[in-house]
């Protein structure tokens, strides 16, 4: 039986390890319950691929997230770095109000590093002028292409506006993380692949960090429709891989990966056999940057190989490793 969610606890929290002044260190994660994204409750139906509005609630006061921030202090154990994640803009004060904020700040401020994420329009000159030099923004930019922002995932920003955002942010010393999604819905294997290496360039610049984030297909989305009607496959790892070997060596930003739902149906997946050894891999090399890191070998690489043919020659994005026997794909 599902237990009641209650506006005053914390939607999620635990302990992972990321890199803080070029050091691995522990991680405080804290997932807070707000009232969730306002691009989501605008009408608009959401990004496509976001789950995020079944999983935020409505009329959370400032009393509720004081208790959420009492919960979190008194499971924190002095981490390093803390990254405070909500379903939508930690600067937007419909969701998080400036006292609550404020408060965030000053009981974190022994920390040397801090992670919120924000969509851009809420990043103004006159905010990001008082932010904290500890502090690292996550840009959800997704693709550097206007087109695919727009049809794809209806992110409701461009990525010019990403890119003016990530820009204040240096100029003020705030650090920048840069959210990439890989195979948003419509594009196939191999124009995914291309445009997480075009956008992830077009980052570089304005970017400490660029997260390549595969696409995880959530309960209740545009995306979730699509995969049920076998007109989506979540991408390929040697996909993830491959954009990370393009990649490596080739950009200033740090490159990194933590899929979620990695090795399911829904999540970055290989054939099964080789799953968590490439997840391991992307994980390796997420803390390394080692490029050697991502050797991995499968024999399911010819048929991911196939899969990029076939559809090519087929013009089509559809999941036709559902459709037809991996066997019939074209050789
Ligand atoms: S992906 Fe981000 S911006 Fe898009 S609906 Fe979800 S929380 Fe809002
Ligand atoms: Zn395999």
């Given amino acids: 039986m599902n237990r009641e969610r209650l506006p005053y606890e914390l939607e999620a929290s635990w302990k992972e390890k990321d890199m803080a002044d070029g050091r691995t260190v522990d991680v405080q994660v804290l997932i807070m319950r707000t009232n969730g994204c306002c691009w989501a409750k605008a009408g608009s139906g959401g990004c496509t691929m976001c789950g995020y509005r079944s999983a935020s609630m409505t009329d959370i006061t400032e009393e509720d997230l004081n208790k959420q921030i009492d919960l979190a202090l008194s499971k924190y154990k002095g981490e390093p770095f803390v990254k405070i994640y909500t379903s939508g803009s930690f600067f937007d004060t419909s969701e998080i109000p400036l006292s609550i904020r404020d408060r965030i700040f000053r009981e974190y401020s022994g920390c040397r590093r801090i992670l ?138 740090r490159l990194i990966s933590s899929p979620s739902g990695g090795g399911s149906q829904r999540g970055v997946h290989n054939c099964g056999k080789c799953d968590q050894e490439a997840l391991a891999a992307i994980e390796r090399f997420s803390f390394s940057q080692d490029p050697r890191d991502l050797d991995v070998q499968c024999e399911c690489k010819s048929t991911w190989e196939r899969y990029m043919r076939s559809e090519k020659l087929l013009g089509t994005a559809d999941d036709i490793g559902r459709a037809f026997d991996s066997d019939l794909m074209i050789r």
Avoid: C
Wanted: charged residues 25%; glycine residues 6%.
């Fill in 116 to 253: 919120v994420e924000s969509r851009p329009e809420f990043l103004t000159p006159d905010l990001v002028s008082t932010l904290p030099g500890t502090l690292t923004v996550a840009l959800g930019m997704e693709s550097s292409d206007e087109e695919v922002l727009r049809t794809s995932v209806n992110k409701g920003f461009t990525a010019a506006q990403s890119k003016a955002a990530g820009e204040l942010l240096k100029e003020h010393g705030i650090g920048v993380r840069t959210y990439l999604l890989l195979k948003p819905p419509y594009l196939t294997e191999s124009d995914a692949i291309e445009d997480a290496v075009r956008s992830a360039r077009f980052a570089d610049s304005f970017s400490d960090e660029i997260s390549i984030n595969p696409l995880n297909v959530q309960h209740a989305t545009a995306v979730e429709r699509l995969w049920k009607r076998g007109e989506f496959r979540s991408p390929w790892i040697w996909s993830l891989i491959e954009v990370m070997k393009r990649l490596s060596g080739t950009v200033n930003a």
